[in-house]
């Protein structure tokens, strides 16, 4: 009889404990998405400090437009340090271009953006033109569009990044 007792109190007892394990599931299960949802979050935000290109003096603005070897140097120089274009990420990506021995960023500037290839893990450049026709029917490279002007703009540079509608 005692044992009857023991297991009717138990089966009176185990609705209360599925009920509690119940709301400590939910309870889990709502943690884990707003987790979820902060670490998309996170990944939509720009990874690295993007330094923008100061604006030349006017003078300068004249001799880049006209004097294509100036106006190369000059992107180069922005191109290394805007921290979007890692040099030893795209050797290592592009075995080709290290075996050429040429300069990431030369390459770059001249082949790698019309190639289709991203100048590091955080500008995507198939991702960029895909989203913004205008810029590839402009046969800009995209890397420099963002860092003149794309980033004002609001433009994504990765398909996790949000962006404007520009259209």
Same mark, same amino acid.
């Given at each position: /009889? ?7 109190? *138990?089966?009176?007892? =185990? ?13 889990? &299960? ?31 603005? *004249? ?6 070897? =100036?106006?190369?140097? &000059? ?9 979007? =274009? %890692?040099?030893?990420? &795209?050797?290592? #990506? &592009?075995? %080709? ?36 026709? %205008? *810029? /590839?029917?402009?046969?800009? #490279? ?26």
């Amino acid at each position: /009889m005692a044992a009857a007792e023991q297991q009717s109190g *138990i089966k009176k007892e =185990l609705p209360d404990a599925l009920a509690e394990l119940q709301s400590k599931v939910e309870t889990l &299960y709502l943690s884990q998405q707003t987790l979820e949802r902060q670490v998309q979050a996170l990944k939509a935000t720009h990874p690295v400090v993007c330094r923008r290109p100061v604006q030349p003096v006017f003078p300068m603005r *004249i001799l880049l437009r006209f004097h294509k070897g =100036l106006r190369e140097r &000059y992107q180069v120089a922005v191109l290394r340090d805007c921290g979007l =274009l %890692d040099s030893v990420w &795209y050797l290592r #990506n &592009y075995p %080709d271009v290290r075996k050429a021995g040429t300069d990431p960023v030369l390459h770059f500037l001249r082949f790698g953006a019309a190639e289709r290839r991203d100048p590091g893990p955080y500008f995507d450049t198939t991702h960029y033109l895909h989203l913004y026709p %205008d *810029i /590839m029917q402009s046969g800009l #490279n995209p890397l420099w569009h963002y860092l003149t002007s794309g980033w004002r703009e609001k433009r994504s540079i990765r398909p996790e990044i949000p962006h404007e509608d520009l259209r």
